[in-house]
């Protein structure tokens, strides 16, 4: 399978301990994104990276939560003190900004958290 | 607050109808617009899309179309099949041809087919 893959696909922990996901995307794709999804609602844009550098944070990116793309390639996402709030789905996204494509963006089938 | 939304949150419908999913979005600036299916458990999957300078767009069984008069955008799938249940998101981007690519999505609709 060549698409976006994430793992792990299910995580459950204590609140207060620290957790990472790791998101591997389509290889020849440049642009990588992680969104946050809650039960009923609509993905909800967190960061972006184009190669290795990080372009975009959003504010629902507290100071607990970081992520890398150190070669440009896969992406991991930290959060640290996790707390019950934070449960939720993470998605990765990857797209393939340059001339001649739409940058569609391909999702993989995510990370739930659940934090007890 | 959110700029993307959805008039219906639910929607049934019959084996073979047609579906109609509607998005109501205000943001002038958008200029690109997806639509995402999201099966139970699964990340959202492309159905089809539409640029600012179209108002219409038809795929395989799908057709996308954008009023920018009224902000308005709706996916019609024709012949619905129990395939197709889902929860359908609408998607915008603002400035597309530059370097912005961050999609805001709606809250979603969820398609229900009876066979």
């Known amino acids: 399978d060549t698409g976006v893959s994430q793992d792990p696909r299910h995580k459950i922990t204590k609140r207060g301990q620290n957790v990472t996901f790791r998101c591997d995307p389509i290889?020849?794709?440049?642009?990588l994104y992680w969104y946050r999804q809650t039960l009923g609602q609509g993905p909800e844009f967190l960061t972006y990276?184009?190669?290795?550098?990080?372009?975009?944070k959003s504010r629902l990116l507290s100071d607990r939560f970081s992520a890398e793309r150190p070669k440009g390639s896969f992406s991991t996402l930290e959060i640290q003190r996790t707390e019950q709030g934070d449960s939720a789905m993470y998605l990765c996204?990857?797209?393939?900004?340059?001339?001649?494509?739409?940058?569609?963006?391909?999702f993989g089938e995510g990370s739930r958290l659940t934090v007890l | 607050g959110e700029s993307v939304g959805l008039h219906l949150p639910t929607l049934s419908v019959q084996e073979g109808d047609n579906s109609i999913i509607n998005c109501a979005y205000s943001n002038s600036a958008s200029d690109y617009f997806i639509w995402y299916k999201q099966e139970s458990g699964k990340g959202p999957q492309f159905i089809i899309d539409?640029?600012?300078?179209?108002d219409k767009r038809q795929g395989q069984r799908v057709t996308v179309l954008l009023n920018k008069t009224v902000k308005h955008l709706s996916l019609q799938i024709a012949a619905t099949q129990p395939g197709d249940s889902a929860v359908y998101f609408c998607?915008?981007?603002?400035?597309?041809?530059?370097?912005?690519?961050?999609?805001?999505f709606g809250k979603g609709t969820l398609l229900t087919v009876n066979p």
């Open positions: 290889s020849e794709h440049n642009r």
């Open positions: 998607a915008e981007i603002e400035n597309s041809g530059g370097s912005n690519y961050k999609l805001t």
């Open positions: 539409i640029r600012s300078n179209m």
């Open positions: 996204a990857s797209s393939l900004l340059g001339k001649g494509n739409t940058g569609e963006l391909f």
């Open positions: 990276f184009q190669n290795e550098a990080q372009l975009e």
